[in-house]
């Protein structure tokens, strides 16, 4: 890897899927340009995924942390320890950017680049200790080089984590007292604007703080005034460790080709420097909302970026921008029903149908017995019979399949053939059987026929040894049906799972009574067709 890596030139934009997803905007069944921005925003992720209907649904957020010298000027309302707490509240789940993450079935990073904290080691956080935070930029550059090139490797290296994840769009947040105030100088020296224009009150200053901190800056600017023409030592100079890592993540999704959604004014900061370094990144950046804070109004417009959402957001995190992911999945979903009316020439009711196949996974290497939770792998017989099944099949829109090995690796081999997007869903796993997983039948019934008998008789109200009640299976499979339904209705959908998953919902769909689940037939292999009305029942097609 080279040293300036960070100078690669950027991926290309696939021209073909681009001009393909623009002349079909014209083809649907609307007035051309009735969508404004978010058909704009469509074909953009059309270029940038290489395919014409493109999808956001798998999203890593980074959260990068750091604490900044500069607060020892007063220009903050809170005290640096808050940027540790925050770091242990993004972890156990009470942070605003770890609730929405969570509704999102986002992935979640947290990094911490350095904070004053003293040996802070938090289970699910990254501990890179490049300094207790950085130095006091109106004595001295905030950071060293080396401190610097570490940072943006930290933010490659999240983009690179985020790739083998299979992350579709990719979301900076940021935590670190006084930031702002960095924020707002990195800015002013790289757009020569006045200092008034960029700052404002972060986390809550009044009216004379806001004074102090842009006495402040005007200090900082001056003392490093000689290095304005260098982007890269500005950022050395006047940034902090997390606002670096944002500017290395965006540089490498660029050149990675992963889509970035922009935060707020520290994030939008950031991509300011990245658009710097490396023209060609500007590209990759869309940007999910205009925050409160005043300098983001005016980078926004120095970048020609057009914000999904205007709310008078101030909270940072990556909070903003994963506020937008929702307008910006349904804008993906819009086009791809719309489409799906206009070629079965059919409107109204027909979009609120989910068209589920089920697909049953095929042999695994640990044979037959009681599977459940062990994640086995398939057989080579096993994927010639998955194969077999969908030949001539389809077309789908999507495939969503358990996280277990034997469906989410055919999953994903599918997925990547008939570039179709790819999610998984844990509540669309197996019944745990506790004590029962790898056992045969013939083998229960050496040891445990009393309870095979009642599972026979009523596996409906019947609970494994040390397993999960069949009840609470059912209701979390059907739970997820639901889900399914309400996000991707209009769509035909390929979901990949287990025997008893297939048994419940065949079951459902054909009116069986519950102590019939049994009696459903799955092979290996198997392929069935489901509906999902609008009123959310589930009929077979036959």
Same mark, same amino acid.
Request: aromatic fraction near 4%; proline fraction near 4%.
């Given at each position: ?26 083809? $649907?069944?609307?007035? =051309? ?14 270029? *940038? ?37 925050? *770091? ?24 911490? &680049? ?11 956080? @990254? ?62 020296? &790289? ?46 100079? *006047? ?32 991509? *300011? ?16 909302? @205009? ?92 994927? =010639? ?58 083998? $229960? ?98």
């Amino acid at each position: 890897m080279s040293d300036t890596w960070w100078l690669n030139p950027c991926k290309a934009i696939d021209a073909s899927a681009y001009e393909q997803a623009l002349a079909r905007q014209q083809q $649907l069944t609307k007035p =051309a340009g009735s969508l404004g921005q978010l058909e704009a925003l469509a074909v953009q992720l059309a270029g *940038l995924q290489g395919r014409v209907k493109p999808s956001v649904d798998r999203l890593w957020i980074a959260i990068f942390a750091g604490d900044h010298g500069v607060v020892a000027e007063g220009v903050s309302a809170f005290p640096q320890e808050v940027t540790g707490q925050m *770091l242990h509240n993004f972890v156990s789940g009470g942070a605003a950017i770890s609730v929405l993450a969570r509704q999102l079935h986002a992935q979640l990073e947290v990094v911490d &680049l350095g904070t004053v904290t003293p040996a802070l080691k938090l289970p699910g956080v @990254r501990h890179l200790n490049l300094g207790a935070g950085t130095a006091n930029f109106v004595s001295g550059p905030a950071m060293t080089a080396v401190q610097g090139r570490q940072a943006l490797q930290a933010g490659r290296d999240s983009v690179l984590r985020a790739l083998e994840s299979g992350a579709q769009l990719f979301i900076g947040g940021e935590m670190g007292i006084g930031n702002t105030t960095a924020a707002s100088a990195l800015a002013c020296a &790289l757009l020569d604007c006045p200092v008034t224009d960029l700052t404002g009150p972060g986390t809550g200053l009044n009216a004379q703080g806001v004074s102090h901190k842009v006495a402040v800056i005007e200090r900082a600017l001056a003392l490093h005034a000689g290095q304005r023409g260098d982007a890269l030592q500005t950022l050395f100079n *006047l940034g902090g460790f997390e606002i670096a890592a944002l500017v290395g993540a965006y540089l490498a999704c660029a050149q990675e080709g992963v889509a970035v959604l922009v935060d707020g004014f520290i994030c939008t900061v950031a991509a *300011l420097v990245a658009t710097h370094l490396t023209p060609a990144c500007r590209d990759w950046l869309l940007f999910g909302h @205009r925050g409160a804070e005043p300098g983001h109004r005016h980078v926004l417009q120095s970048l020609d970026a057009q914000p999904l959402l205007d709310l008078g957001l101030r909270l940072g995190e990556g909070s903003g921008a994963a506020t937008a992911v929702p307008l910006l999945r349904l804008d993906l979903r819009a086009a791809r029903a719309d489409g799906d009316l206009r070629r079965s020439g059919r409107g109204g009711p027909s979009c609120m149908t989910l068209h589920l196949d089920l697909l049953r996974h095929g042999e695994t290497e640990l044979g037959g017995g009681l599977r459940g939770s062990l994640d086995d792998a398939l057989t080579a017989n096993g994927w =010639a019979q998955m194969r077999a099944a969908v030949v001539e099949q389809g077309p789908w829109d999507r495939v969503i399949s358990s996280p277990l090995q034997r469906c989410a690796r055919f999953a994903e081999e599918l997925g990547a053939r008939l570039d179709l997007p790819v999610s998984l869903e844990k509540d669309l796993q197996e019944l745990h059987f506790g004590a029962w997983e790898g056992q045969s039948a013939a083998a $229960l019934m050496q040891t445990d026929a009393e309870g095979l008998g009642l599972f026979w008789a009523d596996p409906y109200n019947f609970t494994p040894p040390e397993g999960e009640p069949v009840s609470d299976f059912s209701d979390r499979v059907l739970g997820a049906i639901s889900r399914l339904h309400q996000a991707y209705a209009g769509e035909r959908v390929l979901l990949i799972s287990h025997g008893g998953v297939m048994r419940l919902l065949l079951a459902c769909a054909r009116g069986l009574p519950r102590e019939q689940l049994l009696n459903v037939e799955v092979g290996h292999g198997g392929l069935f067709s489901l509906r999902v009305g609008a009123d959310g029942v589930l009929k077979e097609d036959i």
